[in-house]
């Protein structure tokens, strides 16, 4: 998707375009995690590392270390659109009604 260049100002088309990259992996990431028998409801969820893994969003990028996967299953989250359970360390897995 190219930016947009109508005369908005550019802060306003890269605004645009990471809430649509953003939707775009949000949506993969439910797609992946329906897939994961751990991440199905009332399962004992998985790791963002692994969520990561299977998204193929493992990029390895030497400053990145997890972040971007992590900050996505953070604001779906905060969204309520998946459960983190807790323990020794997050894990993540589907509500009911987002199976």
């Given at each position: 998707m190219a930016l947009p260049r109508d005369g908005r100002s550019e802060a306003w088309g890269v605004a645009g375009y990471w809430e649509t990259c953003r939707g775009d992996c949000t949506r993969h990431l439910f797609?992946?995690?329906?897939t994961l028998s751990d991440c199905q409801p009332g399962g004992r969820g998985s790791g963002s590392k692994e969520i990561e893994r299977a998204a193929g969003f493992d990029l390895a990028l030497p400053r990145q270390v997890n972040w971007f996967t992590w900050s996505l299953l953070q604001r779906m989250a905060s969204d309520g659109a998946v459960e983190v359970v807790h323990g020794a360390r997050?894990?993540?897995r589907l509500r009911p009604e987002q199976q």
């Open positions: 797609a992946t995690m329906r997050a894990r993540y």
